[in-house]
Each structure stands twice: as C-alpha cells, then as structure tokens.
C-alpha cells in the first residue's frame, strides 16, 4: 500500500486526472487538465513542500468552464495522493453541496497536508458547510478557509461556532455575505472566548434584521478575552454609533486586535470619536478600515488627534467615500506629518478641494507618502492642483499572510 502510494505520488498529476475521470467516466475538464499540466512542466511540484494550485473560476478565457461538483470529485480523489499540495483555491465556481462532501473527505483524508481551501462564492449551503465543519474537527491540517459568498446560512454558522470549540488548527476563517444571522453570530463569538487558534475571521454582511445590535455587544465581550484574533472583519453591518460604543468598551480591552474591518456601515462622528478614545488607549490596532461610512469633518478630526497621540500604533487608515472636506482631510494630512506610525492613507470619495490637493501633493512630493501608500495621485491644470484616483485599496489578509509566511519558513526543509 505504501509502495502503490509512493508509485501514484510520482505519476504526473495529469495522468492522474485523466485516469481517474475515465474510471468514474466523467468528462475531462479542459480548464482543469490544462492548469495540471502545466503544473507538472513549470512547476517542481513533487519536489517543493509548498504549492498552491490556483483553479479558480473568475477568469476571461475562452471556452473556460467552471468547476462543477463532478470536477471535484475528481480532483478531490487525486490530490490525495500529493501530498505537496498545500493550497487550492477553487473559488468562484459552481460547487454545490455535493462538491463540498468531497472536499470533507479530502480534509479528512489521512496524511493530507492542505494548508489552505478558498471556496468563496460557489453555491455551498447549509448541508455542505456542516460537512465541511466537521471535517475540521479531526485531524486537519487546515489552518485557512475561505467560505464568504456561499449561503450556508444560520445553520451554517452554528455548525462553525461548534467546530471551534473543538480542539483544531483553523487560523482563518472567511464567512462573509454567508447569510449568518444573530444565532450564529453569536455562536462564533462565545468560541473565539475559548482558546481557539483563530487569528483572522470575517463574518462581514450578515443578516441582522434587529436595531439593538446585539452581536455589538457579544463582539465586545469576547475582545477582552486574550485570544488570538489579530483580524478582524465586519463590514456591512449596518453598526451605527451606539454599536460602536459598545464594540469599542472590548476594544479598549483588548490587548491583540491589529486590523479592525468597519466597512460599509453607519459610523459617524460619534462612532468615530469612541474609536478614536479606543486608540488613545494603548490600543495594539495598526489598521482600521472605515471607508464607506460618515464620520464627516468631526470624525477624521478626532481620529486625526488620536493617531498624533503617543501611544497609537495605527499605520494604515481608509476613510474613503465618508463626506469628508477640507477641515477634516487637512486634519488628517496633518496627523500623516506628526505620526511616526502612520504609513498609508486612503481617501478618494471625499470632497477634495484644493488645499487638499496640494497638501497631498505636498506629502507625495517630500517623501512623506510614496503612490504605493495612497490612493490619489496629485496633476495640474493651468495652475491648479487636483487629485485623481489611484486605485489603491487596504490590503486583506495582512496579517494571517504574515503567519504564512512563518510557517512556510519554519516548515521548509533544510538547506
Ligand atoms: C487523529 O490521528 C490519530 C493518529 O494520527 C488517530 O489515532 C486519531 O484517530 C485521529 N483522529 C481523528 C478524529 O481522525
Ligand atoms: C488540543 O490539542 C493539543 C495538542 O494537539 C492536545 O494536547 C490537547 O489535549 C487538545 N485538547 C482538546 C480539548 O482536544
Ligand atoms: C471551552 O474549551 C474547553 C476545552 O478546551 C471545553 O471543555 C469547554 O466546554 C469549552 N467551553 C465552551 C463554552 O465552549
Ligand atoms: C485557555 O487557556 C489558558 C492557558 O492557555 C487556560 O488558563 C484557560 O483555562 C483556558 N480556558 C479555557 C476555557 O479552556
Ligand atoms: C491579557 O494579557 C495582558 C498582557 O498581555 C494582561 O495585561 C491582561 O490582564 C490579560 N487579560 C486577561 C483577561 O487575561
Ligand atoms: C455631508 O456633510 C455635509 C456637512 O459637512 C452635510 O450638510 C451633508 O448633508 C452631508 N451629505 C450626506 C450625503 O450625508
């Protein structure tokens, strides 16, 4: 068994592929045998011990078909005998429920070395993401999943509170616009209490139909917890300002939380004034997303002097698209030249007028900020300065990249 393992290992991928599409008398999926094939000729595939195959379905080529439940069958069968394999990304196809029992059995599959699986927007749903859940109470090696986009729903979301419970290795998990509703909010959040591995999770645009915010509150409570969440996703909450009073009584205690996802919300200069008493606060926070909601001039204003504050660590700040003019967008300037922290700024969608324009083009030309850190782009015309749009955005995944990164060094072999 060990000797036939060893012989499947060293057949080339392709071969494997089609062997096993005719044996299960399925149609060879072009896409996916071309994506094979070139990793068996550009890439070291059997020798690397780390390797992502890229089949992701968001792509113009011709003739392209998206994977489809058959598809994984298929693959799932053949991956397991490579054992090099460490990352897939299956994104953006048309896997239902029935792929996702395959990819279960694939996580399950002894010895499997998958490190990281993104299936974001197939068509997963309730039944799927409990397989998948349950998959990761064994022996996974699994530390990213990325799920957003599939509509695994309230069911779906508890199955993944339970799996957290139990002892496993999860780092990331991405349930955006997964259709989570308050149960499953609140499920999610009870786990991150208790000693899970998580350090990056995304329950952005759930379905919360109640003007109380409760997950606010439940959020807030697990902050103090020193657990490992160093990422945080919640955008499209509708949080208002008083959810974000409540959110920011956790953040104030909290002592590991470094990127905090508030996009799409309802924040505005309240919200930002407790946000910005969270960061005179010692706060460990190093990114802050807030685009897309309307803190106004008073609100890039507070955050403006709590950024110049010693203490604040914030290096990277989108407040795109948030009714900001030229008080406020000087005031930020401003924190840009006194912080020594602060790195990267993000504004477009704001009302820039002309001091703006030229106090970024005073910023881009002294050094202060280079094109890569911002999302405008000072030209002239007869005299004047404006800005136009660079399009330059947070980045995500900042920091599980960073634990990536960590593992692939200290898991690669010696030199
Ligand atoms: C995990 O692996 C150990 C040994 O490698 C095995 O004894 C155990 O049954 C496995 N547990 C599960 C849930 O697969
Ligand atoms: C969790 O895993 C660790 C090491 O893998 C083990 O020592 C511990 O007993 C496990 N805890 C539970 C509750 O399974
Ligand atoms: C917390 O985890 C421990 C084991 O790690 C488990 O015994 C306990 O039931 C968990 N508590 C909750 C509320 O999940
Ligand atoms: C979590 O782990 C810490 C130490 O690592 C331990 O003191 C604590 O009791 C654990 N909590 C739970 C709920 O398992
Ligand atoms: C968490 O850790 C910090 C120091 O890192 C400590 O000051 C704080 O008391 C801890 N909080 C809890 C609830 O254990
Ligand atoms: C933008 O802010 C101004 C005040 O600076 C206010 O009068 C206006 O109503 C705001 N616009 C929107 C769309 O909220």
């Given amino acids: ?33 071309e994506n094979l094939e070139r990793t068996t000729t550009t890439s070291c595939f059997l020798c690397c011990r780390n390797f992502t195959l890229n089949l992701a379905g968001n792509r113009k080529q011709k003739g392209f078909q998206r994977l489809t439940d058959s598809d994984i069958l298929v693959l799932s069968k053949c991956l397991q ?20 029992a395959y990819l279960a059995m694939l996580l399950e599959a002894q010895d499997t070395t998958l490190r990281s699986l993104d299936l974001t927007f197939n068509n997963i749903q309730t039944h799927g993401a409990e397989l998948l859940a349950s998959s990761l109470q064994g022996n996974s090696s699994l530390l990213s999943l990325r799920l957003s986009g599939n509509k695994i729903g309230r069911n779906g979301g508890l199955d993944f509170a339970g799996m957290l419970r139990v002892n496993m290795t999860l780092q990331e ?131 403006s002097e709590a950024i110049c504050c010693e203490g604040s660590v914030l290096r990277e700040l989108s407040v795109c698209r948030n009714n900001i003019s030229t008080s406020g967008l000087l005031s930020l300037a401003g924190a840009l030249t006194n912080s020594p922290t602060l790195t990267h700024i993000y504004i477009w969608g704001n009302h820039l007028e002309e001091p ?12 202060r900020l280079t094109p890569e850190q911002t999302d405008v782009r000072p030209y002239e015309v007869d005299g004047h300065v404006f800005l136009a749009e660079l399009f330059h955005h947070l980045r995500k995944h900042l920091f599980f990249t960073d634990v990536n990164e960590q593992n692939a060094g200290s898991d690669s072999p010696q030199q």
């Fill in 1 to 33: 068994m060990a000797f036939l393992a060893t012989v499947m290992a060293a057949e080339p991928i392709a071969d494997c592929y089609k062997a096993i599409c005719e044996n299960e008398k399925i149609a060879i999926n072009p896409f996916v045998l």
């Fill in 81 to 100: 005998n490579y054992q090099t394999l460490t990352g897939l990304d299956l994104g953006y196809n048309n896997i239902s429920d029935e792929g996702a």
């Fill in 173 to 303: 998990l991405e349930l955006g616009e997964c259709d989570l509703e308050m149960h499953g909010m609140i499920g999610l959040s009870t786990a991150l209490k208790n000693n899970t591995t998580l350090r990056s999770v995304d329950v952005s645009r759930a379905l919360l139909f109640s003007l109380l915010e409760e997950w606010a509150v439940h959020f807030s409570k697990m902050l103090p917890v020193n657990s490992s969440l160093v990422e945080l996703h919640l955008g499209k909450m509708g949080l208002t300002d008083t959810g974000m009073e409540r959110l920011s009584e956790g953040l104030k205690l909290n002592h590991r939380l470094r990127y905090l996802d508030l996009r799409c919300n309802r924040v505005s200069r309240d919200g930002a004034l407790h946000l910005s008493k969270v960061l005179k606060g010692n706060s460990p926070l190093e990114v802050i997303d807030l685009s897309s909601n309307r803190i106004e001039d008073p609100g890039a204003e507070y955050l």
């Fill in 356 to 367: 703006v324009c030229q106090a970024f083009k005073e910023l881009l030309n002294t050094g």
